[in-house]
């Protein structure tokens, strides 16, 4: 069993005094397979425009994006948080340039105790990390760490009237949960026009509705070198770099390095 305590290590304090990493966590109001397609082909957009990327499965089903690149076996975070082995054995690189952690696996946490230690080994993970994005759930409940309920918190939406209902039941009960606060919206499978009017309509029912403000992160059009590049195993932008989701990709992941306006704000 690992040595790993948090509490006493001399080299987690100094890890916890430095900058705050970026973290985003990624919400869907569409079928789980296109948000693992986005999250794999998002992460290799920013790892190809040079950013050290790690995403983290945070998904309690089986359809988080560990599952999808088939890096879901082994050890979690949450055996980290149990002091069954160490950081270095659950990240996992994978082919499309950018590491890839699960939080749980899909157990369950035991009490207040191991929430704690499970977040201390997150913090950590995200502290040797450029920029981190969380593939996320979220059922009106807390999330597996509280770093998630304080960071970026992004929504994907389609152009369907079932998704962008969806989408704005998310919001509703997000904002009833973490309290007034912004949230991005990113919207896939669709043109921009169509993204457009998806977005507009969205952030005027929230604001008037919810006092809410949402941000516009993007979008993606619907591309079958989408799917034929999940079917190569590689992201479009790799295996396809002139479809037009690459393009949108790139624009996306240009748009998420940022500092600035690709970063949500109150």
Aim: aromatic share 6%; glycine share 10%; charged share 20%.
């Amino acid at each position: 069993m690992a040595n790993f305590d948090f509490d006493q290590a001399e080299g987690l304090r100094r890890m916890l005094a430095g900058a705050q990493p970026r973290i985003v966590t990624f919400l869907s109001a569409t079928p789980q397979d296109d948000k693992g397609a986005m999250l794999v082909n998002l992460g290799a957009s920013l790892a190809r425009a040079g950013n050290d990327v790690l995403i983290v499965d945070a998904c309690d089903s089986s359809h988080g994006v560990a599952s999808r690149l088939g890096v879901d076996i082994g050890h979690s975070l949450l055996n980290v948080a149990r002091q069954e082995c160490g950081l270095n054995q659950v990240v996992r690189p994978v082919p499309q340039g950018f590491a890839v952690a699960s939080m749980t696996r899909g157990m369950t946490r035991t009490g207040p105790d191991e929430t704690r230690r499970l977040a201390k080994a997150f913090d950590v993970l995200a502290k040797q990390t450029g920029m981190v994005l969380v593939d996320g759930e979220f059922d009106g409940e807390a999330f597996p760490v509280p770093i998630m309920a304080s960071s970026e918190i992004v929504v994907q939406v389609s152009n369907s009237a079932t998704s962008i209902k969806a989408a704005y039941s998310m919001i509703k009960r997000l904002n009833q949960e973490l309290g007034r606060r912004p949230f991005g919206i990113l919207v896939t499978g669709a043109s921009e026009d169509e993204a457009k009017v998806v977005y507009d309509n969205m952030a005027q029912a929230a604001s008037r509705y919810l006092a809410v403000n949402l941000v516009s992160m993007g979008s993606v059009p619907a591309d079958e070198y989408l799917q034929r590049a999940a079917r190569l195993g590689r992201a479009v932008v790799d295996a396809f770099p002139l479809a037009g989701a690459s393009v949108a990709f790139r624009q996306l992941a240009g748009r998420f390095a940022l500092g600035g306006s690709g970063r949500l704000s109150a």
